[in-house]
């Protein structure tokens, strides 16, 4: 994994009043707790910060068995008492500090790595975004974690609003036999070859398809597919 360095120390309160895509802290802190794959809370001057894992989604811990697991792999890499530096980027609407979280690299981008939680779009041009959805990229060849399922599982994002898809993957356990390395039966066609922008010809399938894991169809990695079809 990519080593990112580590910002000069500034103190907390200018860089959130500012609130910008760029704000960005470096500042010792303690772990205290892990609360799912992409929220934890640490110790900083002597005060408790709940901190939300910038630019990832992680699944829900009712997505068994992948919530739990992905939890568990975020206890694995930040052990309690184990000391953090944050990168604050924003204040989520529950007051949490949103951040990338670094112990020897980023936690946050070695959690798309192995798998335990899916690149956060819409909030990527906070983080690294070549990184980041390399790292997705490669999780997926490997079917790691959350790509264990074809497709990968429902997005979290789609579990917190009923989205389609949500009971079957929900229960569904990681297969234990080997899968095929194609981005989903659903995004090929009957002679085998993946689909072209054409053939999907709808501009709202392809972004289903592509919030499926399908990233070929997003050819210049802004987060859009098939931008011909608009």
Not at 31 to 54: C, F, H, M, N, P
Not at 125 to 141: F, I, K, N, T, V
Not at 155 to 176: E, V
Not at 213 to 222: A, F, P, V
Request: with cysteine; hydrophobic share 40%.
């Amino acid at each position: 994994m990519r080593q990112l360095t580590t910002a000069v120390p500034v103190l907390l309160g200018p860089c959130l009043a500012a609130l910008g895509p760029f704000c960005q802290l470096a500042s010792a802190a303690t772990v205290v707790s892990i609360g799912d794959g992409d929220t934890i809370s640490v110790l900083e001057r002597g005060q408790t910060l709940k901190v939300r894992l910038a630019c990832i989604d992680a699944p829900e811990t009712a997505q068994r068995p992948f919530g739990l697991a992905s939890r568990n792999h975020l206890r694995s890499l930040l052990p309690l008492g184990s000391t953090v530096s944050l990168r604050v980027k924003a204040l989520d609407r529950y007051g949490r500090s949103v951040a990338e979280v670094f112990s020897r690299g980023s936690i946050n981008l070695a959690m798309v790595q192995l798998g335990q939680a899916y690149v956060y779009r819409p909030y990527l041009g906070r983080c690294d975004r070549g990184a980041y959805l390399a790292a997705e990229r490669q999780a997926q060849s490997q079917r790691l974690g959350v790509w264990a399922v074809p497709g990968g599982i429902t997005r979290p994002w789609d579990f917190r609003h009923g989205g389609a898809g949500q009971r079957r993957f929900a229960t569904q356990p990681a297969p234990l036999t080997p899968i095929r390395t194609v981005a989903s039966p659903h995004a090929l066609l009957p002679s085998g070859g993946a689909y072209t922008c054409t053939q999907i010809g709808s501009f709202a399938r392809a972004q289903d398809l592509l919030r499926q894991g399908h990233s070929d169809l997003d050819r210049n990695g802004d987060g859009v597919a098939c931008e011909s079809l608009r």
